[in-house]
């Protein structure tokens, strides 16, 4: 599932191919996506004037209005050869005077919507700070989080205290921060936050220079793998040696899916 980086890493690509460009036709294959894909006829003959991320979603700025894309769990957006036959989970095409990219999405979770001032204002309310908000300070995440005693990694996950982490940078921005992903969040005090919140930015950072994290579907919109996951400490890595002190990196089941840690390097307090 893409995460903050991947999307991160989609923006940048589109922001240096497209802005400036008309928007000149958009063929739906497949409009089932999460939502049903509606008419974008009157978008056409429109000019992008810059793409901007926020949280995990994609905002496409028109001067006319903005259109809200969301990549859902295996959702790729990618410039293709505009003769280039689609595939089978080809749903989308989007052409911009020549340029052509396609929307590729084989479990249908992604949205492609209009976002009008009150839909963003709901969006806005609903998710939390970007990494880099100067206004996330560790004493405001540990008041956010008082009398919560959901585990950490769940609130990570959440993404309404901090946006953009899924399961893989929340093992890792834990793992980097020494603390146990299943420890109450209203347990951490400002000293804990405050490792927390830098190793998630010190993970985004990496990450996003790297391209992302290439597991199974992520790709930049040139068709590249992302190249952080020779970097990751903990994802995935149960049994072997935590880069640290080289205990063997453990794998349990919270919340229905797998935590990644080190025993040893990450603990109560
Ligand atoms: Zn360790």
């Known amino acids: 599932m893409p995460e903050l980086p991947e999307v991160e890493a989609v923006r940048r690509g589109l922001e240096e191919r497209l802005v400036g460009n008309i928007l000149t036709e958009v063929r739906v294959r497949e409009p089932r996506l999460r939502r049903p894909v509606p008419s974008l006829a009157p978008w056409i003959g429109r000019r992008l004037l810059r793409v901007e991320r926020r949280g995990k979603y994609l905002l496409w700025r028109f001067a006319e209005g903005t259109l809200l894309v969301h990549l859902g769990m295996s959702g790729r957006l990618a410039f293709v050869a505009p003769d280039e036959p689609p595939g089978r989970h080809d749903h989308l095409d989007f052409l911009f005077e020549g340029i052509l990219l396609r929307y590729t999405d084989p479990r249908r979770f992604g949205l492609v919507a209009p976002l009008d001032a009150a839909a963003e204002w709901a969006l806005e309310a609903r998710l939390g700070l970007e990494p880099w908000d100067e206004r996330l ?91 952080y996951r020779g970097r990751l400490a903990v994802y995935g890595r149960e049994g072997e040696p935590c880069p640290n002190c080289g205990t063997p990196v453990r794998r349990v089941t919270q919340g229905g899916r797998s935590t990644f840690f080190c025993p040893l390097c990450q603990h109560e307090k």
């Open 137 to 227: 300070t560790p004493a405001w995440a540990c008041a956010k989080v008082q009398g919560r005693r959901r585990a950490i990694k769940e609130v990570l996950l959440s993404g309404d205290v901090v946006v953009g982490a899924g399961n893989i940078y929340a093992c890792e921005a834990l793992f980097h921060a020494g603390i146990l992903p299943d420890r109450p969040a209203e347990s951490l005090d400002e000293d804990d936050w405050a490792r927390l919140l830098a190793a998630l930015r010190a993970v985004f950072e990496a990450a996003i220079a790297a391209g992302g994290t290439t597991l199974r579907d992520h790709r930049t919109v040139e068709g590249k793998g992302g190249e």
